[in-house]
């Protein structure tokens, strides 16, 4: 968000009418509010009192940063140059923020300010294929180092972090009543997915195709029970923009889709961002909730698999979804 740059005093003659007075005084009650609503809360302050987070920026680190500031040098100090590519400190910094955020925001009604969520949800985003694995549940290495010290940890593939499930569920809801964060992270959500989807050929198989459009879903799911839990707190005008404005940032630039035998995950992505930017907006959540069922539809048609095994992914990855989403809430409480 830009600053928003505070209007200039005027001096007032002393010849004034009872309205001109009258306009003077509600412009600047209005411009105390505007100048009140840009200016940093100070909402960071205790979450900059937890060693994690001083030990997790570094050099960055001042007990006074705004957190407009704070959020600049949480991306310093966890993404590198090469996106999706850490260092074994750059993936310890992060565990260490996400740990500290879990427990000042927790369940309850508490949220990262809006000068630090998005920034926030940026640099998070950036660890898509570690929150993939989590929220999956599946991979045992993740599963293992949530329980241990041996995280972060670094292997043939590069390097890894883990939470439990419930920090990750937790993290993304409190800097989601931000939509721009929400759909920063649902973005790269999607992207991971459609990699996965793309590098599981139709000679794989039934089940593993079914298992993997189900794991597409239960990171999806998780997501859509964030979102339920954002918007159940809004009023039904304020959802339904909440909706509008993820929907819309998440189907910009959304180009006719390559053919799937030349981009596979560029198809699977731009033809779902298609049928999203072509939805009623009026009912953008509803849209939202039913990607995974549409992505594995897509990819199940673009496999050229049979209408049966078409329908099995989709449902299926519905199904798991709706698992999920149910679990998220549940968390959220």
Same mark, same amino acid.
């Given at each position: 968000?830009?600053?928003?740059?505070?209007?200039?005093?005027? =001096?007032?003659?002393?010849?004034?009418?009872?309205?001109?007075?009258?306009?003077?005084?509600?412009?600047?009650?209005?411009?105390?509010?505007?100048?009140?609503?840009?200016?940093?809360?100070?909402?960071?302050?205790?979450?900059?009192?937890?060693? =994690?987070?001083?030990?997790?920026?570094?050099?960055?680190?001042?007990?006074?940063?705004?957190? %407009?500031?704070?959020?600049?040098?949480?991306?310093?100090?966890?993404?590198?140059?090469?996106?999706?590519?850490?260092?074994?400190?750059?993936?310890?910094?992060?565990?260490?923020?996400?740990?500290?955020?879990?427990?000042?925001?927790?369940?309850?009604?508490?949220?990262?300010?809006?000068?630090?969520?998005?920034?926030?949800?940026?640099?998070?985003?950036?660890?898509?294929?570690?929150?993939?694995?989590?929220?999956?549940?599946?991979?045992?290495?993740?599963?293992?180092?949530?329980?241990?010290?041996?995280?972060?940890?670094?292997?043939?593939?590069?390097? @890894?972090?883990?939470? %439990?499930?419930?920090?990750?569920?937790?993290?993304?809801?409190?800097?989601?009543?931000?939509?721009?964060?929400?759909?920063?992270?649902?973005?790269?959500?999607?992207?991971?997915?459609?990699?996965?989807?793309?590098?599981?050929?139709?000679?794989?198989?039934?089940?593993?195709?079914?298992?993997?459009?189900?794991?597409?879903?239960?990171?999806?799911?998780?997501?859509?029970?964030?979102?339920?839990?954002?918007?159940?707190?809004?009023?039904?005008?304020?959802?339904?923009?909440?909706?509008?404005?993820?929907?819309?940032?998440?189907?910009? @630039?959304?180009?006719?889709?390559?053919?799937?035998?030349?981009?596979?995950?560029?198809?699977?992505?731009?033809?779902?961002?298609?049928?999203?930017?072509?939805?009623?907006?009026?009912?953008?959540?509803?849209?939202?909730?039913?990607?995974?069922?549409?992505?594995?539809?897509?990819?199940?048609?673009?496999?050229?698999?049979?209408?049966?095994?078409?329908?099995?992914?989709?449902?299926?990855?519905?199904?798991?979804?709706?698992?999920?989403?149910?679990?998220?809430?549940?968390?959220?409480?």
């Amino acid at each position: 968000m830009s600053p928003l740059s505070a209007p200039r005093g005027r =001096r007032f003659r002393l010849k004034l009418t009872v309205t001109a007075v009258c306009l003077a005084v509600a412009g600047g009650i209005g411009a105390w509010l505007w100048i009140g609503s840009a200016t940093d809360s100070g909402g960071c302050q205790k979450l900059l009192g937890d060693k =994690r987070v001083r030990s997790a920026l570094g050099a960055e680190y001042r007990s006074d940063l705004s957190c %407009s500031a704070l959020g600049t040098a949480v991306k310093h100090a966890t993404m590198g140059a090469t996106p999706a590519t850490h260092s074994l400190q750059q993936a310890r910094s992060m565990q260490n923020l996400l740990l500290a955020v879990d427990d000042e925001a927790g369940t309850g009604g508490r949220k990262v300010d809006p000068a630090l969520a998005v920034p926030f949800a940026q640099a998070l985003a950036d660890y898509a294929d570690d929150t993939d694995q989590i929220l999956t549940s599946v991979n045992v290495d993740y599963i293992r180092a949530d329980t241990s010290s041996t995280s972060p940890w670094q292997d043939r593939t590069g390097v @890894h972090m883990a939470v %439990s499930v419930d920090t990750v569920v937790h993290v993304v809801r409190a800097v989601s009543d931000s939509p721009e964060a929400y759909a920063a992270v649902r973005d790269a959500a999607t992207r991971r997915i459609a990699a996965d989807l793309a590098a599981t050929p139709a000679t794989a198989g039934k089940e593993t195709l079914t298992l993997r459009a189900k794991l597409s879903g239960r990171v999806l799911g998780s997501l859509d029970g964030v979102a339920e839990k954002v918007t159940g707190s809004m009023g039904q005008t304020e959802a339904r923009k909440w909706g509008e404005d993820v929907a819309a940032r998440l189907s910009a @630039h959304a180009p006719a889709p390559p053919a799937y035998g030349q981009d596979p995950a560029g198809h699977l992505i731009d033809a779902w961002k298609q049928e999203l930017k072509g939805a009623d907006a009026t009912n953008a959540l509803a849209q939202l909730e039913a990607q995974s069922m549409d992505l594995s539809r897509i990819w199940g048609k673009a496999l050229g698999v049979d209408s049966g095994l078409q329908d099995t992914l989709a449902y299926g990855s519905r199904d798991t979804a709706a698992s999920a989403r149910s679990d998220a809430v549940d968390k959220l409480r």
